[in-house]
Each structure stands twice: as structure tokens, then as C-alpha cells.
């Protein structure tokens, strides 16, 4: 009896939303996997009826689900291939009574990968370094593993290469031993720190294809290369990504920064949560936040646990190890606070 009840309480408001048959798929995704995160997230019964979707529940809740099912049929419409971040992204957008937004990120395609399909900004915060990216001469992307730093970096910088905004690319990493000392891994200089660039090779063979890559490396319009390699040049007419910058040093940094010249762009990411150095260092990229973050033309831009585009579950890594952090950050301080209060009395 009480099972009814509640059941005909959850039915008691529904909404009916006309889809197209050849969005459906889209919509639904494999196996109703994204209408069933939907009703999961927002407590609501959603079916398909003759063309239509319908969806049951508390009124509150199924305007909200309304309101994202609107936003990802548009989506669909537009030709985009619905993924579970994107539905992940609606629901939370919804949330925060931001959905109209999706559109509005989904519109802005930086460029296409060498098998067309379209590399875009995925979230909010996302978009905002794109846009800095494009109006700021240096930019340092800040956040955790996942939300797309160097990749969408990498992306501005092929669009930028591809519309001779700038004559080359240089990429570069410190090549910071986690673990393990270069000297004793086999091979020359070269072998050795390829391992710390793989992931800028990774991401260019994705962007521009192998053998375009491998023609511009030959002709100098590409360079990957350590961080060391920076020291005593100047940098003119490029696009420059430092990545893992929070494994710099303070001297390291300010000579990267310094070597850039005219009609060049300089893209620096990293996360302070996986740092390398040693704990008695500082790392670089914690010191340029603070001196450099009042000057003009350079764009600080602070991805969070919001903006991991990776599996799902890296999203709930990160906000787990964020939540972590914050409770023994708290408590630390709250014992030193106890020390000095017993110190004082």
C-alpha cells in the first residue's frame, strides 16, 4: 500500500518532450545508460512513448530533468555525439541553473583531430582558458589530472601553427626524476627524457597525425624538448607550453619566463597536488601565482574536480583526494592553533 502511494506520488506531475527519431539513440545512449543516469541524479521515471519522451516525478525534479534532456536533444541536433561527461556536465549544470551554457561551450570547436573529429571545451571552466588563452599573451592552466590543460593548449597552438599566427611550436617539461635516477636508465641524453615528453608527443600525433608531425619536426617548426634546453635563448615568434610546471624550481621558472620574446604565446600548466620535487623546494609555478598574478596580459585559470573530462571515476578520485586534503589542511591548523593557544596561556 505505502509502495503505491509513493508511486503515485513520484507520477503525480509529468512533462512530454517530442524527440525526433533519429536523436533517440543519441539521447538514450547504450542501453539507456544516459536517461538512466538522469533518473538515478534526479529522482525521476523517464520513458519513451511514441515518439516522445516522458518524464514522471516530483514537479521541481522533472523540470529539472526537462530542462537537460532539452539541453542534450540540442546538443544532438547540432551533431554532436552525446558522452556520459556530457550528460554528467548537464545534470550539474542543471543543478546550478546554468544549462543554457552547454550550447554556448559546445559551440566554440578550436580544431579538428587528424580523424575529424572536433576538439572542443567540454565545461565552464574549460571554456574560460580557452578564451584566455586566446586573448592573453601568457596563460598558466592550474588543476588537477583530467580537465584537459595540455591538450586544449595543444589544440590552440596546432590552430595557431595551421593559421601561421606563429612560425613554430615548442613544447617542453622538466624532467624531473619521480623515482628513478636518469643516470642509470640505458641509452643517451635523448632516450632518456623521451619518457617525460611522451605525453606531448602522444597528444601532437592525435592533433596533427604522425606524419605531419614528424615533417615538422624535421624542419625545426616543432620542438619537444627538457626544460634545460630553454636556457640562453629567446623564443620569438611561437607558441610555448611548459607542461607539469609545478616540478620547476623558482630560478627555473623565471628563466623559462624570460625567454619570450615578440609575437610569441606562452601556455604553462601544471598541478600542485602531484608535485616531484623534493619537499624542501619550492615549487616555481607556487611562486610565479604569487608574484605575477596582478600583471597585465597574463591569465591565471583554476580548473577544478568540475572540469575532469576523463572517466568518470577520475572526477571522483580527484574530489575524494581534494576532500582528503582539506580535512588534514583543517586539522593541522587546528592543532597548531591549540599549540599556540596553550603557549600563550
Do not use: W
Not at 589530472?145 to 615548442?170: C, D, H, P, Q, W
Not at 636518469?182 to 608527443?201: I, T
Not at 591549540?338 to 596561556?345: A, F, I, L, S, T
Amino acid at each position: 500500500m505505502g509502495f503505491d502511494f509513493e508511486r503515485r506520488r513520484m507520477e503525480a506531475f509529468t512533462v512530454s518532450i517530442d524527440v525526433p527519431v533519429e536523436h533517440m539513440r543519441n539521447l538514450f545512449g547504450e542501453f539507456d545508460s544516459h536517461i538512466k543516469r538522469i533518473e538515478k541524479d534526479l529522482n525521476v521515471v523517464i520513458v519513451d512513448r511514441d515518439g516522445a519522451v516522458r518524464i514522471s516525478g516530483e514537479r521541481d525534479s522533472v523540470d529539472q530533468a526537462a530542462r537537460v534532456v532539452k539541453e542534450l536533444l540540442a546538443l544532438s541536433r547540432r551533431g554532436t555525439v552525446l558522452e556520459e561527461q556530457n550528460v554528467d556536465y548537464a545534470i550539474e549544470l542543471g543543478k546550478e541553473h546554468k544549462e543554457d551554457m552547454l550550447l554556448a561551450i559546445d559551440s566554440d570547436c578550436i580544431c579538428h583531430t587528424v580523424n575529424g573529429k572536433p576538439i572542443k571545451p567540454k565545461t565552464l571552466g574549460q571554456k574560460q582558458y580557452v578564451d584566455a588563452m586566446r586573448s592573453n599573451i601568457i596563460v598558466f592552466g592550474l588543476g588537477p589530472a583530467g580537465t584537459g590543460k595540455t591538450y586544449l593548449a595543444m589544440a590552440m597552438a596546432v590552430t595557431a601553427f595551421k593559421n601561421n599566427e606563429v612560425s613554430r611550436i615548442i613544447l617542453t617539461r622538466p624532467a624531473i626524476e619521480a623515482g628513478e635516477k636518469l643516470g642509470f636508465l640505458p641509452g643517451d641524453l635523448q632516450s632518456k627524457v623521451d619518457p617525460y615528453l611522451r605525453p606531448l608527443y602522444d597528444a601532437l600525433y592525435q592533433i596533427m597525425g604522425a606524419e605531419s608531425f614528424s615533417r615538422n619536426m624535421e624542419k625545426g617548426l616543432i620542438e619537444v624538448a627538457p626544460l634545460a634546453y630553454m636556457r640562453g635563448r629567446t623564443l620569438d615568434n611561437a607558441y610555448i607550453i611548459l607542461d607539469e610546471a609545478q616540478n620547476t624550481t623558482s630560478a627555473q621558472m623565471k628563466m623559462f619566463l624570460t625567454r619570450i620574446g615578440f609575437g610569441s604565446k606562452v601556455v604553462i600548466t601544471g598541478d600542485a597536488s602531484q608535485k616531484d620535487l623534493s619537499p624542501d623546494m619550492r615549487s616555481g609555478l607556487d611562486v610565479a601565482a604569487r608574484v605575477l598574478n596582478k600583471i597585465e596580459n597574463i591569465a591565471f585559470c583554476h580548473l577544478t574536480s568540475k572540469d575532469v573530462v576523463r572517466h568518470p571515476l577520475v572526477q571522483k578520485i580527484v574530489k575524494a583526494y581534494d576532500d582528503y586534503e582539506a580535512k588534514e589542511k583543517r586539522r593541522s591548523e587546528q592543532k597548531t592553533g591549540n599549540r599556540n593557544y596553550r603557549r600563550g596561556k
